[in-house]
């Protein structure tokens, strides 16, 4: 079987469609049943996966791992795990977003130009509007039901162009990177999670989870508040991080010895004495496309909305008297909602339990604070997630100013005027009518603190941010974005 290159950028689907259709596999139960179902939806990715396992897992283990961590969205294009290579035990999260297989003619073109052939990216099953022309993608089903053809004559033309023409004012310089499949080890985000390590002002105890959750964490932190730490990652991969060619695959280490690596047993195996060299410039761009995956809002948010909450949002925190207690409790949980994307009813007390400052622990490599939360809705288990690196400062100030400078991990993260109790959710919603009543811009059903927290989601994601990842911090099981009526002006 002849067994193609997965390009940097492609989806699983894509994948197995090109890898059939070199093999002369590719028929049309073939395509229903492994990639696109007859309403447009995308295959289960179980599925799909346990085709590309049958057809390749055991003669390149690399490329399937690979390829089968592409089947979802971002939260879990990242996922480790300790199995073996060639495992087809592969884990799927249940997602409630739009399924329908989605592309970009801009880009499909770019992609003949430069390449020769196309392929779909796997940034386009979580968006709906192009990362890289701005505008919004073409559905593989609507340009069927244009057409008039089947999923699968669509789905071919499209890939080959037939229904493209190459823009005048196409970009000059092809992406190098998309010839640089990378697998980044584990220990690439553990050393520069070290090299920034501080334990800031409070002795919490230590955070202790499994060592795939706490890579997870690190890219859930990264595509959550990545403002801060590109540049600063791209400067540790330039010093610390080196490159070998394994399988059309670009493996990325940390520049120390694999043989005494304790997390070894997380990574590719890698033949003793494979020769290493430093990192360029496509090799640095390559690892930071694959580790920060930003995305795009939906099509329906409009830059009204956006700055019309944006503009609630800082009428709200200037409102109250400076140094006060109301504006106190709101720069602190403003300062826990933005690093979270929690709702307020999560920070606050739920009957009888409230969250305290013992939800907080310290998670040991990279110094940063964890908090444990739980949403209000039965059944509902308990989510982990890092904090940014300066809600520490903002806690010490919050714990000077309500409770005296004396920190106590049994004391609720949100107090009373007393600083004796957990804050009374009535007591925070007074507050919050007051200051919405004066601001007339926003319908009533928009002056919610549901609202806030959309609305800072939506600043996180114009900053860099992965919706994905946001959502899976909020600890939602869908993005409210994608709603239509979202922030209603």
Not at 390 to 417: A, D, H
Not at 437 to 464: C, N, P, W, Y
């Amino acid at each position: 079987m002849f067994v193609p290159h997965l390009k940097a950028s492609e989806s699983l689907y894509s994948y197995i469609y090109r890898l059939a259709r070199f093999n002369s596999i590719l028929t049309a139960p073939f395509f229903h049943k492994y990639i696109l179902l007859k309403n447009g939806n995308f295959v289960n990715p179980k599925k799909a996966s346990d085709k590309l396992y049958e057809l390749v897992g055991e003669s390149h283990s690399l490329l399937f791992e690979e390829a089968s961590k592409r089947a979802k969205s971002a939260p879990n294009s990242q996922l480790i795990t300790s199995q073996s290579l060639g495992s087809n035990e592969v884990v799927f999260p249940d997602e409630k977003n739009d399924k329908s297989m989605r592309y970009c003619p801009d880009c499909i073109s770019e992609q003949i130009y430069y390449y020769g052939h196309s392929w779909l990216r796997k940034d386009w099953m979580f968006n709906h509007r192009c990362l890289v022309h701005g505008h919004k993608l073409l559905s593989i089903f609507d340009t069927s039901d244009k057409l008039g053809l089947s999923l699968s004559d669509t789905f071919m033309k499209v890939l080959d162009g037939d229904f493209l023409s190459y823009p005048e004012s196409a970009i000059s310089t092809k992406n190098l990177y998309e010839n640089r499949s990378s697998v980044v080890a584990p220990c690439v985000l553990v050393e520069y999670f070290k090299s920034t390590r501080s334990f800031g002002f409070f002795d919490f105890n230590g955070y202790e989870g499994a060592f795939s959750n706490t890579i997870s964490l690190f890219y859930q932190y990264l595509n959550s508040f990545p403002d801060n730490e590109k540049e600063v990652l791209k400067t540790f991969l330039y010093a610390s991080v080196e490159a070998c060619v394994r399988d059309g695959f670009y493996f990325y280490k940390a520049r120390h010895d694999c043989l005494s690596c304790p997390y070894r047993e997380y990574c590719t195996d890698i033949e003793d004495g494979t020769a290493f060299r430093p990192v360029d410039e496509v090799d640095v761009r390559s690892i930071l496309v694959s580790i920060f995956q930003n995305s795009s809002l939906p099509v329906h948010i409009s830059d009204r909305q956006i700055s019309t909450y944006s503009d609630l949002l800082s009428h709200i925190g200037h409102f109250f008297e400076p140094s006060s207690y109301e504006a106190d409790t709101v720069e602190w949980l403003f300062t826990l909602m933005k690093s979270t994307f929690s709702t307020h009813s999560e920070l606050t007390s739920i009957g009888e339990t409230f969250p305290i400052f013992d939800d907080i622990s310290r998670e040991p490599i990279s110094g940063l604070l964890v908090i444990r939360l739980k949403r209000e809705r039965v059944g509902c288990s308990y989510r982990t997630a890092l904090l940014p690196r300066n809600v520490e400062k903002k806690m010490k100030r919050y714990i000077e100013s309500r409770l005296n400078g004396k920190f106590n991990s049994n004391s609720p993260l949100l107090v009373s005027k007393s600083g004796l109790k957990p804050i009374d959710p009535k007591v925070l919603n007074k507050m919050f009518r007051e200051a919405f009543k004066v601001f007339d811009t926003v319908q009533a059903e928009g002056k919610t603190l549901h609202s806030i927290r959309d609305i800072m989601a939506v600043s996180a994601i114009l900053a860099g941010a992965n919706m994905q990842y946001v959502t899976k911090a909020s600890g939602l099981g869908a993005s409210q974005l994608i709603k239509e009526n979202i922030l209603p002006v």
